[in-house]
């Protein structure tokens, strides 16, 4: 009888069996092929990320392209949660997750000082070089800038448009319902804003002002959404439920683009970008960081941009944008947008999300 012990000892591994397969596959590359591929044939990358529209986007302009080059292959995982990572990586990571990608850029930071992420080796990411500063953090990075912003219909407001939080607290000058969501995340930069405190100025934030501005406002805020269901929102604003609300914007640019009355506003609307970080304890830590490379690559996020209407941390790539699209999104309009603190959020997330919470349901 076959004990447990000896069960685990004759039975492979997945890594190695993809191990066994690299070797194999390697001796029968063709003549020419990189040092990388040779290495890199058969192995496979677990990515835990994000499902729909977004992920075929991913696949033809980062994922699809690394394979080719390696020999590599990657597995997704969908959806990403952070309870989901954090659960796995407390426990020995069972599931060998090699990347994720994060909600946000304070996510990462957050995983990373508690241990669960690898600190990047920039050596190994030379196109880190050829993005924008913010976007490259110590354990992680981003191809793209998203945008959380104001949306509104603009049929509601057809003689002047609202352009500020200040306008978004104007019920008089524009009346009708708002709504926020159940996530912490801008609520309370915009209320300081709304109060007159400078972008500059915004952290560490004053909850206290905060709150009494938000108090204000209370009375025209119909509904807090789940800041998940993005469908909620545009359900919402498409049936008229709501004239203006902050949510993640890159439905409400494809409505606009596409002709319909909806709008968002840029000035003082915040970016971040969802980023990418690699799992502590990954076999695959060179290979982790050559796929994150592609992701910087200027000819990579021009196939993503067109994939998935958004703003590429690479401004090479920004040429893959129309005129229209520009303006629509955070690279036309970084000069007056805000961007959420990563580090701020890593290290108050927890204290900010409950006294958020608990003003919500009072």
């Given amino acids: 009888m076959l004990t447990s012990l000896g069960r685990d000892h004759f039975a492979p591994s997945r890594r190695d069996v993809l191990r066994g397969a690299a070797a194999v596959g390697a001796g029968l590359l063709l003549p020419g092929a990189s040092r990388l591929s040779v290495i890199a044939a058969g192995e496979q990358l677990i990515f835990l990320t994000w499902g729909g529209d977004f992920a075929t986007g991913v696949r033809?302009?980062?994922s699809d392209p690394f394979q080719e080059q390696t020999g590599a292959t990657i597995q997704d995982v969908t959806p990403f949660s952070y309870g989901k990572f954090q659960t796995a990586m407390e426990n020995g990571n069972?599931?060998?997750?090699?990347l994720m990608w994060f909600d946000d850029d304070s996510e990462p930071y957050r995983a990373g000082t508690a241990g669960m992420l690898e600190e990047l080796n920039y050596d190994l990411i030379p196109n880190a070089k050829q993005v924008i500063e913010e976007v490259r953090?110590?354990?992680?990075?981003?191809?793209?800038?998203?945008?959380?912003t104001a949306a509104y219909r603009e049929d509601n407001y057809p003689d002047k448009a609202p352009n500020s939080w200040q306008d978004f607290w104007d019920?008089?000058?524009?009346?009708?319902?708002?709504s926020f969501g159940t996530w912490v995340g801008g609520v309370l930069e915009a209320a300081?804003?709304?109060d007159g405190v400078a972008p500059a100025d915004l952290y560490p934030l004053d909850q206290d002002r905060a709150y009494a501005k938000l108090d204000e406002l209370r009375p025209s805020i119909r509904v807090f959404h789940d800041t998940q269901q993005s469908a909620q929102v545009d359900q919402m604003l498409s049936q008229g439920e709501i004239s203006m609300v902050l949510t993640w914007s890159t439905d409400s640019v494809r409505k606009h683009l596409?002709?319909?009355?909806?709008?968002?506003?840029?000035?003082?609307?915040?970016?971040?970008?969802?980023?990418?970080?690699?799992?502590?304890?990954?076999?695959?830590?060179?290979?982790?960081?050559?796929?994150?490379?592609?992701?910087?690559d200027a000819k990579a996020q021009r196939r993503f941009v067109k994939a998935w209407v958004t703003s590429p941390s690479n401004p090479e790539a920004n040429d893959a944008l129309s005129d229209e699209e520009r303006k629509m999104v955070v690279a036309?309009?970084?000069?007056?947008?805000v961007h959420l603190d990563p580090k701020y959020y890593a290290e108050n997330l927890a204290q900010l999300q409950e006294r958020y919470d608990n003003w919500r349901v009072q």
């Fill in 332 to 337: 036309g309009n970084l000069d007056v947008m």
């Fill in 171 to 178: 019920t008089e000058q524009f009346p009708c319902a708002r």
């Fill in 137 to 148: 953090q110590p354990f992680s990075v981003s191809p793209y800038m998203t945008m959380y």
């Fill in 192 to 194: 300081l804003m709304a």
């Fill in 258 to 296: 596409a002709g319909e009355p909806i709008n968002v506003i840029h000035n003082q609307g915040f970016w971040f970008s969802p980023a990418i970080g690699i799992a502590k304890g990954t076999e695959y830590l060179d290979l982790a960081h050559e796929f994150l490379n592609i992701l910087l």
């Fill in 94 to 98: 069972p599931e060998s997750y090699d």
């Fill in 60 to 62: 033809v302009a980062f």
